[in-house]
């Protein structure tokens, strides 16, 4: 490879900046997301979560069923420029029962922003997911949102994510009064307060007025109590908190945190910018041929989501792709790590939510869009050069079940079609009962909420009507040891044996106390919460 594509390489992994967004329903995700998009250009004018059926819908919420709850239920990428960054926004389910979904997506990911209602602090789903960026020690930036609102005392705020997360916390900005009396915040990094004018909505960017700290116009715009009020908690931060240390966030120690509110626009701006100043550019990723740096000169990447429908129209079937290594092009032969066969990439796309456009090139950090006839599985790697693999995703332990049933026998060929896609694509675990009479699949989910979406799917993707039969378990577990070890037990009782996406046993339990006598009285068949990788070297 030419001295020229090296340094063309090198300079693009220094623009990209790669970050998926975490929180516990309802805290502003999707806001916020939309917000970014319309200070960096993407958008011309957000459009409310739960908008009027005459307003607009949130760019990132593409789904039929999206659009009428008001909430996200699937993964989506948007890419856009902000100045001379390259950002990749990874949009993730906010709620509990799509975790999975986050998880695959973070897989994908450089960086966190994990967003907190200003009023409810920390919350179960929010503590959950920052588990899993811990876990692959992603930098994660907090926004503390919904300043407009009542909410609690910001200095407490800080003081329970540092108690509860174990994570130092250093304020870039502070708000000024909160609720009704929101006035603005105060960028230390500037040493400038910001002071905002309320927008309808915040469809717009909002008009802002930058006065330095000690002017004497600030008495023109700030009222004499919250000034003396945000000049004494300035210094309780300056004697008390920790000082910025890009070493301890880049390796998840300490959180940069963040005041604002997405829904009015108060300092969404700040944050953008704040946030691709200190933020990972893309990094080495762990793999078969150990740590593979973002300027390694061959291509490399690994699919983690598939979308079946995202264009109802043409029924497609699209790989989400991270860019890993080197330099993507259009038309590019690659290999299929899995497989073992030559994959020519010829309909590469930049994807924005639903919409998509074709592209010519990518690098590390980017995530691209490939056509998918049924070639790529979750975790799979795509190379050019010595055959690598990255890490496979795994899947974790569903808690309830149902057989899915096909009411209409005319309707055959679309129920099967779509069962096998959702199943390739992960929307919800797919498992069969070892009795080759009962050939019906069962749905296994975290959650009731992800049933709901797989029916409105089968019939307003495939035009199938269906019907659920529960099944009376809400715990699951691998056997580890797989078949072998399944059949030298014997007679197990108390738990039913089905078999997973890739025929891997899987035992069903009513309950937890079921499964603890199992696990005492037969420890050899080695049960585990979470499935192997279909794809991909195993997790170290």
Excluded at 139 to 152: A, E, M, Q, S, Y
Excluded at 464 to 484: D, F, I, M, N
């Amino acid at each position: 490879m030419s001295s020229e594509v090296q340094k063309e390489i090198r300079e693009a992994v220094e623009k990209r900046r790669n970050f998926a967004i975490i929180s516990h329903p309802d805290a502003g995700k999707t806001t916020l997301t939309e917000k970014l998009l319309l200070y960096g250009g993407a958008i011309h004018q957000a459009g409310a979560v739960k908008a009027r059926r005459d307003q607009r819908k949130a760019t990132s919420d593409w789904m039929e069923m999206e659009k009428q709850r008001g909430i996200s239920i699937t993964s989506t990428v948007l890419q856009f420029k902000y100045r001379s960054f390259q950002i990749n926004l990874l949009d993730t389910p906010g709620h509990q029962d799509f975790s999975e979904d986050t998880y695959r997506t973070l897989a994908a990911a450089d960086n966190a922003v994990m967003l907190v209602d200003a009023a409810k602090g920390l919350e179960p789903q929010t503590r959950k997911l920052f588990e899993v960026c811990r876990l692959r020690g992603l930098p994660i930036f907090t926004f503390v949102n919904k300043l407009d609102r009542p909410t609690r005392d910001p200095l407490e705020l800080l003081d329970e994510i540092e108690q509860e997360l174990r994570l130092q916390t250093y304020a870039i900005n502070w708000p000024i009064g909160t609720g009704d009396r929101f006035r603005g915040i105060f960028d230390r990094r500037q040493q400038a307060i910001y002071l905002f004018q309320r927008r309808a909505h915040g469809s717009q960017r909002a008009q802002e007025t930058a006065i330095r700290l000690g002017d004497p116009k600030i008495e023109e715009y700030l009222e004499q109590d919250l000034y003396c009020q945000l000049k004494e908690e300035l210094e309780i931060l300056e004697e008390l908190g920790a000082d910025l240390d890009l070493k301890k966030l880049h390796s998840g120690q300490m959180t940069p945190v963040f005041f604002g509110s997405a829904m009015t626009n108060f300092g969404v701006q700040l944050f953008l910018e704040a946030f691709l100043e200190y933020a990972l550019k893309p990094e080495g990723r762990n793999s078969s041929m150990g740590l593979m740096e973002p300027t390694y000169p061959e291509f490399s990447g690994f699919v983690f989501k598939l979308q079946a429908n995202l264009d109802p129209k043409h029924r497609d079937r699209v790989a989400f792709v991270r860019v890993c290594t080197g330099k993507f092009q259009k038309d590019m032969t690659v290999s299929h790590a899995r497989t073992g066969k030559t994959v020519r990439l010829s309909r590469p796309q930049k994807l924005f939510a639903q919409d998509r456009s074709s592209i010519e090139e990518a690098y590390s950090g980017d995530i691209i869009g490939l056509n998918n006839p049924g070639v790529f599985a979750i975790g799979d790697t795509i190379y050019n050069g010595k055959k690598i693999e990255y890490e496979g995703i795994p899947c974790f332990s569903p808690e309830i079940f149902a057989y899915l049933k096909n009411p209409n026998p005319s309707k055959f060929k679309q129920f099967q079609k779509g069962i096998q896609e959702l199943r390739e694509e992960g929307a919800i675990q797919i498992m069969y009962s070892t009795d080759d009479f009962k050939r019906d699949p069962i749905l296994a989910a975290v959650g009731q909420l992800q049933f709901e979406v797989v029916q409105f799917r089968m019939l307003s993707e495939y035009g199938v009507e269906t019907q659920l039969e529960p099944l009376p378990y809400s715990v699951a577990r691998w056997v580890t040891g797989g078949w072998k070890v399944l059949e030298k037990a014997g007679r197990i009782f108390n738990t039913t044996v089905v078999k997973d996406n890739w025929s891997r046993p899987v035992l069903l339990f009513k309950n937890e106390w079921n499964l603890q006598q199992i696990q005492d009285n037969q420890p050899e068949l080695g049960l585990t919460t979470i499935v192997p990788v279909g794809a991909g070297i195993q997790p170290s």
